[in-house]
């Protein structure tokens, strides 16, 4: 896996921000968040190993992050999944989403079929690492929060 130079000067989007709960609970991405769950029939599924100084940082979870302005979530999640992952868009089918919603903030898991292989690349500073984890090994990985409570739903959908 070749890692590539993060650019620290790059501007931040206006979507870069806390969106807190009335319950106090924060949640990142002012206009939501979605991630990629690409699955490949020989590898598994593409998880993220989040750096420490991230939310929730040293758990597992999908490349992905907050939404631009006005993006749709299968576009945000194919731009997040690209920049943290070097993942190709064309590499990718559709096949659903997956929504987590709590009303002030909305979470958009997109899971997709991996029809071209690829090599994916960290290429940003939010990953420790990038593994292809087979689908009955998931669990066995300490998985961030979200993750976690989404993941049984989804591996019974795949």
């Known amino acids: 896996m070749t890692r ?3 650019d620290p000067a790059a501007p931040r989007d206006p979507g870069d921000a806390w969106v807190y709960a009335p319950t106090g609970e924060r949640f990142w991405g002012r206009f939501g968040a979605a991630g990629l769950l690409a699955v490949d029939p020989e590898r598994g ?18 490349p992905g992050g907050a939404l631009h302005q ?3 979530p299968v576009d945000g999640a194919l731009r997040e999944a690209f920049e943290e992952a070097g993942v190709p868009a064309a590499s990718v089918a559709v096949r659903f989403t997956s929504v ?21 690349v960290i290429s940003d500073p939010e990953s420790l690492e990038l593994e292809w984890v087979p689908i009955d090994r998931v669990d066995e990985l300490p998985l961030h929060p979200g ?3 989404s993941w049984p ?3 019974e959908r795949l």
């Open 153 to 155: 739903g989804l591996r």
């Open 45 to 62: 599924v593409l998880l993220q190993h989040r750096v420490g100084w991230s939310h929730h940082g040293g758990t597992w979870a999908l």
């Open 147 to 149: 993750f976690a409570a």
């Open 70 to 72: 006005g993006e749709s």
């Open 100 to 120: 987590f919603d709590v009303g002030v903030w909305r979470y958009t898991t997109v899971v997709a079929d991996v029809i071209e292989p690829f090599d994916p």
């Open 4 to 6: 590539a130079p993060a």
